[in-house]
Antibody, heavy 121, light 106 residues
Framework: EVQLLQSGAEVKKPGESLTISCKASGYSFATYWISWVRQTPEKGLEWMGRIDPSDFYTDYSPSFEGHVTISADKSINTAFLQWSSLRASDTAIYFC??????????????WGQGTLVTVSS | DIQMTQSPSSLSASVGDRVTIHCRASQTISSHLNWYRQKPGKAPQLLIFGASSLQNGVPNRFSGSGSGTDFTLTISSLQPEDYATYFCQESYSKPWTFGQGTKVDI
């Protein structure tokens, strides 16, 4: 069974750094891109970016580029989402999802269970 | 960026009802449209990809149609586990925008 297992909830202060993780199982990790998606009540679901684990190429939404870093470690089948300086507006649920591309038809499946990040002073 | 607009924002329905949700893109996206269901407190789950292809394992009471700018998700007979929020997503161009969601409740 293809699964993505995310790290647990985090509570941080503004300005702190944070890395959350997404561990893949049940398929060849390097074969599919991994995307990160943010969910907030105000803005709903927002695609943040993606990484190709085979060569670590990354592609970001302009809304998130420069504020987050997506990385991966093939040796442990895990993708990461990192902040160097959190803001209160980063409070959200973050999902990782496998990016499937078949003949230029693209979708996200499956999704991780989500990681709640709370940023508050 | 492509804007995705869903309607209605919410609806009330009974078990067994036929339910239709609409999604409109701000520009043509051919058939590059996906539908997801999100149950409370859970991650989104893929239902339909490529506007009308049913994902493996998804019950055939779900169907999708449309192309260009107008798309529809239909649940032929609503089941208790379908009380959830439904999202469309364009997969035509970055940043792969989602609709704002349609909440289906009793």
């Amino acid at each position: 069974e293809v699964q993505l297992l995310q790290s647990g909830a985090e509570v941080k202060k503004p300005g702190e750094s944070l890395t959350i993780s997404c561990k893949a199982s049940g398929y060849s990790f390097a074969t599919y891109w991994i995307s990160w998606v943010r969910q907030t009540p105000e803005k709903g679901l927002e695609w943040m970016g993606r990484i190709d684990p085979s060569d670590f190429y990354t592609d970001y939404s302009p809304s998130f580029e420069g504020h987050v870093t997506i990385s991966a470690d093939k040796s442990i089948n895990t993708a990461f989402l990192q902040w160097s300086s959190l803001r209160a507006s980063d409070t959200a649920i973050y999902f990782c999802a496998r990016w499937v591309n078949q003949n230029y038809v693209v979708w996200l499946d499956p999704w991780g269970q989500g990681t709640l990040v709370t940023v508050s002073s | 960026d492509i804007q995705m607009t869903q309607s209605p924002s919410s609806l009330s329905a009974s078990v067994g009802d036929r339910v239709t949700i609409h999604c409109r893109a701000s520009q043509t996206i051919s058939s590059h449209l996906n539908w997801y269901r999100q149950k409370p407190g859970k991650a989104p789950q893929l239902l339909i990809f490529g506007a009308s292809s049913l994902q493996n394992g998804v019950p055939n009471r779900f169907s999708g149609s449309g192309s260009g700018t107008d798309f529809t998700l239909t649940i032929s007979s609503l089941q208790p586990e379908d009380y959830a929020t439904y999202f469309c997503q364009e997969s035509y161009s970055k940043p792969w925008t989602f609709g704002q969601g349609t909440k289906v409740d009793i």
